[in-house]
């Protein structure tokens, strides 16, 4: 658990060394702009998500905030963070449920602009309807472990 968690807050975390977006360096107020982002792929994640941190370093103590897009289709497996999620869809139509198997048919379907909280250590599953960008936010550090170990693409 513990290497799978480190993976994915030093992933976060290099996205944020490449942006000087981190919250300890801002001036009173701090602006982020579309074209400001900066997109990566991580080897925890299906090759088809990217994110981008807006706010925060969620490999460290303290608020953060990124964004994560993903093409229509996209599945993302049944998994946990430490810590509670607050996730807000938008763009595109995103699927998602809290439970340890997945399945499509059972989740929540979420249009744009809807929002909804994940509670830490909650195994959760999400489908991309169409194209979407969901921004979620919560307190580092933070990591991400698998519900069942075949589905951490790390090990396809």
């Known amino acids: 658990m513990i290497p799978t968690r480190l993976a994915a807050a030093f992933g976060f975390g290099l996205v944020v060394a490449a942006s000087p977006l ?15 982002l900066r997109w ?10 990217q994110l ?16 994560a897009r993903m093409p229509a289709g996209t599945k993302l497996w049944s998994h946990r963070h430490p810590d509670e999620r607050l996730v807000t869809v938008l ?17 929540t ?9 994940t509670g830490p250590n909650a195994p959760h599953y999400s489908y991309a309807v169409t194209d979407v960008i969901v921004q979620e936010q919560g307190v580092g550090p ?7 170990a075949d589905d951490d693409p790390r090990k396809r």
């Open 22 to 36: 981190a919250h300890s360096d801002h001036p009173p107020m701090l602006n982020v702009f579309p074209a400001d």
């Open 40 to 49: 990566a792929n991580f080897p925890i994640l299906p090759k088809d998500i």
């Open 52 to 67: 981008a941190t807006v706010y925060g370093d969620p490999s460290k103590p303290g608020p953060y905030i990124f964004r």
């Open 91 to 107: 763009q595109g139509t995103y699927r998602s449920a809290v439970d340890e198997d997945y399945d499509v048919a059972a989740a």
């Open 109 to 117: 379907e979420y249009p744009e602009g809807s929002f909804y909280v």
């Open 142 to 148: 933070t990591g991400m472990e698998y519900v069942h």
